[in-house]
């Protein structure tokens, strides 16, 4: 008889601890975009005209945004991996980046880009070609 209650208290005890689902991660609103595209170097919004900044003693053309949200622009140049020179204009938030080349070949090349190093990025276009490039 005690072991037929062992028995169903170990079967209760194990039915009953289901391991419970995590609830999902709570949305945060932010004004701010969460990726940066090839047109943003374009134009600058109202809001980002406000915080606009320009210095002499950094190698970015100028920065906009709040501390901790960042946007910089830069003039690079680099190399493609045939070895054609290229140039062009980014705009980089945190990590990743995105902006237009040129080069002898192309007029325009939209990519994305990623810091390596200092003063350093990684470029893909969106036919896959890498660029390697360096801040003016």
Known sequence: MLKNYLILLLLVTFYSCKKASA????QINSFYKTAITADDRKTITPDEARTYHVTTTHKYEYRTGNPGHYKYNY???GINTKGDSVFGNINVQGKYGAGI????????????TEWISYGKLKAVDKKGNEYSLIVK
Request: hydrophobic share 30%.
């Open 101 to 112: 080349l040129i080069s002898d070949t192309v007029a325009e090349t939209e990519i994305n």
């Open 23 to 26: 609830p999902p991660p709570p």
């Open 75 to 77: 003039d690079v140049k």
